[in-house]
């Protein structure tokens, strides 16, 4: 089997597995217990905090929490700040593109009064700046927005948004899951910042929000107040130990192994009738969006089942529905449904790859 679905998830770094053994064959402790085992296990959960602040905002004043997912944290980011703004400031302003767990929760907001505004993006992906512009106002609460999309690979101008929110006293709210470690992270221009390990080759069930100091967010879960008295629940020392071990080696990964990838990769299909969907220059490179005009994404799926990827967002998989992506930048339910997402990282050859696209280059024209 190639894997090629790197947006949907990352390989475990065998680092990541080494730091979380321990923590699951020899240790049980509660890390907010007060006895010895405790502290010992509570001693791994800060060591682990410490090398994702490391690697995320090592220069900026602001506090790491870590929830159960880059999900729980855009949640906690979203509807926390909202309650904290209070009445004086209603609105909440995001782009179409977005992840549907801010998508989803900004329109949740709605039942507690927000005034939802969704940005519209150009056929690049890329918001339209006139319309932020216009939207974001001193009624803005915050504004949310995505580093790097997840379904095309484009990147948003976070620097330029996180300035305009400042500029009318809102708060930046950034999505970095999928750009962290790849893109550079203007974290200067963010006060809050949703991040998860496993889209960085640590496991599954863990992530992050860093918060801006004066930036705090209103609790949404209760119980304990075990990270910082503003998020419950008890930690596992063994996921934050992988999310720090892969958090510490984010530094170590070679931008030109993936540029070389994404090369190979587009000259396979240069010379076929594949269309790039999203900007060809601001954008992932780990990332390749396509489409064929007829394509039968499902039959093609299933002619090359020795390939791992993807119809659309693995989020989005199943459900039937077009991606909502897709039908931000001008795509048409049937275009939307010839688009393949082929994804690529640091365990990725070269040869592997080539071999994959050309495997997935030939099945989908021999449907023409």
Known sequence: MTYLDYQATTPLAPQAFDAMVPWLRDHHANPHSPHREGRRARAAVEVARAQ?????????????????????????ALAGTFERAGSARPKVVTIAT???CVLDTVRALVARGAEVVVLPVGTDGLVDRGAAMAAID??????AAMLVNNEIGVVQPIAWLGELARSVGAVMVCDAVQGWGRVALPVAACDLIAVSAHKVYGPKGIGALWVRAG???AA??????????LRSGTLSPALCAGFGAAAALLAQDDPSHIETLWAAARETLSATNWILNGDAE???RGNLNVRMDGLDVARLMSECRDIAFSAGSACASGSGRTSHVLRAI???DAQAKNAIRV???RYTTKEELVQAVQTIDRAARGQR
């Open 343 to 345: 994804g690529f990282g």
């Open 282 to 284: 601001a954008r992932w």
């Open 215 to 217: 930036s705090e967010p």
């Open 52 to 76: 994702v602040l490391a690697a995320l905002a090592p220069q900026e004043d602001g506090r790491l929490f870590f929830t159960s997912g880059a999900t729980e944290a855009a949640n906690w």
């Open 98 to 100: 977005e992840h549907s």
């Open 138 to 143: 001193e009624r803005t609460a915050l504004v």
């Open 220 to 229: 949404i879960l209760h119980g304990g107040g075990q990270e910082g008295a």
């Open 330 to 332: 001008g795509l048409s």
